[in-house]
């Protein structure tokens, strides 16, 4: 059994639902101290993260990722227990396999191997790792770059382990991700009786329009790197349950991807001025879950691009589909951000797995993207 695979087995076996760490943390900070890491515990709440370095100059390669997972859902679905992982058909089933304990395991087995092979390698290596990816995201990886900054210490390049790939391990590496806007809606009306609409006012019959308006707006037309703006409701709720009562309220939320051809103030004013437009007695809540970035050809890309070529054999491709990440909180600091891990297939799922041959594969590649920036 490889080292790798060995480790991605043990941080498994920890029940580690968000924001739970379940004492992965403390695992893999081990495994660091060994080769010569410092590690810095930085809680906050009830939420558990590390920040690692190995290094005092830059640059500064920082790997970033999370312990925690989503909830397994019903257990009696999965053919195996999801926290008691277990190989087979080549594959590593259990809950958190593909997203993202496996890369977090090839993350520190390509670290042992790249710190053996240069021991006084140039700049320094760090880890930062969160429980809470999967929940909130408010005491995680945003506090610790906020802590990170408050003194002055930065990050050049930044490998996120979530899993990119689509098909095969490094067949897609996301060197950006789209920004994301939460509105909660709520149109208000006059409660009545069926029987006697005139005396009623209901928010549902005035609120429709409005919202297939909303839903059909062209936001922008996308660029080379990101698709088009696109909005979803998530969650539509009216009325008491009873069968003849008109309902004085109409809940929506909806969710905005955005790329950088719109800003997010230009989403709220565009939809402020909608709704205004129909006359509606509402009102709207805003919550940003991320900015859109973008890290564009450079160092760390075309590391990546080498490493994976090395291994696997073929050219990777460049994406920024998919949801957010906590990339969206290191960009920022203008670090480039790329994200590189197993096929995602299977993450969220019941039976969720990763392949045994990929968690190999993604720390060789990781170990050529070290060997690709620290190395003179």
Same mark, same amino acid.
């Given at each position: 059994?490889s080292?790798?695979?060995?480790?991605?087995?043990?941080?498994?076996?920890?029940?580690?639902?968000?924001p739970?760490?379940?004492?992965?943390?403390?695992?893999?900070?081990?495994?660091?101290r060994?080769?010569?890491?410092?590690?810095?515990?930085?809680?906050?709440?009830?939420?558990?993260?590390?920040?690692?370095?190995?290094?005092?100059?830059?640059?500064?390669?920082?790997?970033a990722?999370?312990?925690?997972?989503?909830?397994?859902?019903?257990?009696?679905?999965?053919?195996?227990?999801?926290?008691?992982?277990?190989?087979?058909?080549?594959?590593?089933?259990?809950?958190?396999?593909?997203?993202?304990?496996?890369?977090l395991?090839?993350?520190?087995?390509?670290?042992? =191997?790249?710190?053996?092979?240069?021991?006084?390698?140039?700049?320094?290596?760090?880890?930062?790792?969160?429980?809470?990816?999967?929940?909130?995201?408010?005491?995680?990886?945003?506090k610790?770059?906020?802590?990170?900054?408050?003194?002055?210490?930065?990050?050049?390049?930044?490998?996120?382990?979530?899993?990119?790939?689509?098909?095969?391990?490094?067949?897609?590496?996301?060197?950006?991700?789209?920004?994301?806007?939460?509105?909660?809606?709520?149109?208000?009306?006059?409660?009545?009786?069926?029987?006697?609409?005139?005396?009623?006012?209901?928010?549902?019959?005035?609120?429709?329009? =409005?919202? =297939?308006?909303?839903?059909?707006?062209?936001?922008?037309?996308?660029?080379?790197?990101?698709?088009?703006?696109? !909005?979803?409701?998530?969650?539509?709720?009216?009325?008491?349950?009873?069968?003849?009562v008109?309902?004085?309220?109409?809940?929506?939320?909806?969710?905005?991807?955005?790329?950088?051809?719109?800003?997010?103030?230009?989403?709220?004013?565009?939809?402020?001025?909608?709704?205004?437009?129909?006359? *509606?007695?509402?009102?709207?809540?805003?919550? !940003?879950?991320?900015?859109?970035?973008?890290?564009?050809?450079?160092?760390?890309?075309?590391?990546?691009?080498?490493?994976?070529?090395?291994?696997?054999?073929?050219?990777?491709?460049?994406?920024?589909?998919?949801?957010?990440?906590?990339?969206?909180?290191?960009?920022?600091?203008?670090?480039?951000?790329?994200?590189?891990?197993?096929?995602?297939?299977?993450?969220?799922?019941?039976?969720?797995?990763?392949?045994?041959? =990929?968690?190999?594969?993604?720390?060789?590649?990781? !170990?050529?993207i !070290?060997?690709?920036? *620290?190395?003179?």
């Amino acid at each position: 059994m490889s080292d790798t695979l060995e480790l991605a087995k043990q941080l498994v076996a920890r029940a580690s639902v968000t924001p739970e760490d379940a004492g992965c943390q403390a695992l893999m900070a081990e495994r660091l101290r060994a080769i010569g890491f410092e590690v810095e515990d930085l809680p906050f709440g009830e939420v558990s993260n590390f920040w690692a370095r190995r290094g005092d100059r830059g640059p500064v390669l920082a790997f970033a990722g999370h312990t925690d997972v989503v909830p397994p859902g019903p257990r009696e679905q999965w053919h195996s227990d999801p926290f008691r992982p277990e190989v087979r058909d080549g594959c590593l089933y259990g809950r958190g396999s593909a997203d993202m304990k496996g890369s977090l395991a090839a993350m520190v087995t390509a670290c042992e =191997a790249f710190v053996g092979q240069h021991p006084d390698h140039r700049g320094s290596i760090a880890f930062l790792i969160t429980s809470d990816e999967e929940g909130p995201s408010v005491n995680g990886t945003v506090k610790v770059v906020e802590h990170l900054q408050a003194r002055g210490e930065r990050i050049d390049w930044c490998l996120v382990g979530e899993p990119s790939s689509s098909r095969v391990v490094g067949d897609t590496i996301k060197n950006g991700r789209r920004g994301s806007l939460n509105g909660h809606l709520t149109v208000r009306g006059r409660q009545g009786h069926v029987a006697y609409p005139q005396l009623a006012d209901n928010p549902v019959h005035r609120a429709l329009p =409005a919202l =297939a308006e909303l839903v059909a707006v062209e936001w922008d037309q996308g660029n080379d790197h990101f698709p088009p703006t696109t !909005l979803q409701i998530a969650n539509l709720h009216a009325g008491t349950g009873a069968e003849n009562v008109i309902p004085g309220e109409l809940e929506a939320q909806f969710n905005l991807r955005f790329s950088t051809g719109i800003t997010e103030a230009q989403i709220r004013e565009r939809i402020t001025a909608l709704l205004d437009a129909h006359g *509606l007695d509402y009102d709207l809540r805003w919550r !940003l879950s991320g900015q859109p970035f973008l890290t564009p050809a450079g160092e760390l890309v075309d590391a990546a691009r080498g490493a994976i070529r090395e291994v696997m054999g073929f050219e990777t491709g460049l994406s920024t589909s998919g949801g957010t990440s906590d990339g969206r909180f290191i960009a920022p600091t203008g670090a480039q951000v790329v994200e590189l891990g197993p096929v995602n297939a299977t993450i969220h799922q019941v039976d969720e797995c990763v392949e045994v041959e =990929a968690l190999d594969q993604l720390s060789r590649i990781y !170990l050529g993207i !070290l060997q690709r920036l *620290l190395t003179d």
